[in-house]
């Protein structure tokens, strides 16, 4: 049983671009969060999503951070018009279902803005 | 609203040391309390869990207890080894934070031989 997964596993990006990450969650499961993790720092909760429902994206920025899982494929955080404070390591977790539920986590992806 | 609080490092024992890593929390509700653990350069990983009162976790020689008391959920482990030397972090979920996963800092542990 795969574990989730997350690609690119590192990203490199100029300063105006967008980032796309995307992340496939276990078999089964069908709640995703994403996680910023900034260097030496814990993680930080991003937003919650479940197929084709946003239910709480109370971390994200306002501004060019979207998340979206849709009813196939993986789920996918965009970031638009990239800047120098967006590199950071983003983990995408997953559950089975809501409640006190345990978050496997992926890999992450390494998000580099030069 | 929900947080978690460790203790800060990094902190340094030798081979075979008792290991001892503080966490309390604050929760407006009944959370289940977690310890992941994050090698370099990789994801975290579930270490243990618990999810009641005086329930205590264990996993690869680390346990820890769920204190609602003390609001506390520290982790220990009696003989660390090299192979342990990575980051810890400690975290809550819970029904009224949503279901997100709320993370303590984090904390560095290296171990020597």
């Known amino acids: 049983n795969a574990g989730v997964m997350q690609n690119p596993r590192h990203l490199v990006r100029r300063r105006g671009q967008e980032a796309r990450l995307r992340c496939s969650p276990m078999?089964?499961?069908?709640?995703v969060y994403w996680y910023r993790q900034l260097p030496e720092e814990g993680l930080k909760f991003m937003v919650y999503?479940?197929?084709?429902?946003?239910?709480?994206e109370s971390g994200m920025p306002k501004e060019r951070f979207s998340a979206e899982f849709p009813k196939e494929g993986p789920s996918i955080l965009r970031i638009q018009q990239v800047v120098r404070g967006d590199s950071a390591a983003y983990f995408c977790?997953?559950?089975?279902?809501?409640?006190?539920?345990?978050?496997?986590f992926g890999p992450g992806t390494r998000l580099l803005v030069l | 609203g929900d947080s978690v609080t460790q203790m800060e490092g990094p902190v340094t024992l030798s081979e075979e040391a008792f290991l001892t890593i503080n966490c309390t929390y604050t929760?407006?509700?009944?959370?289940?309390l977690f310890w992941y653990v994050q090698y370099p350069g990789e994801g975290l990983q579930l270490l243990l869990k618990?999810?009641?009162?005086?329930d205590k976790g264990s996993n690869k020689g680390f346990e820890a207890t769920y204190r609602k008391e003390t609001t506390s959920f520290h982790l220990e482990k009696g003989s660390v080894q090299v192979s342990d030397s990575a980051v810890y972090f400690c975290?809550?979920?819970?029904?009224?934070?949503?279901?997100?996963?709320?993370f303590g800092a984090g904390t560095r542990l290296f171990v020597k031989a």
């Open positions: 618990a999810t009641k009162a005086d």
């Open positions: 929760a407006t509700g009944y959370p289940s």
């Open positions: 975290a809550l979920s819970d029904r009224s934070g949503g279901f997100k996963t709320i």
């Open positions: 078999k089964g499961h069908s709640h």
């Open positions: 977790a997953s559950s089975q279902g809501q409640g006190k539920e345990t978050q496997y």
């Open positions: 999503l479940q197929k084709e429902n946003i239910i709480d």
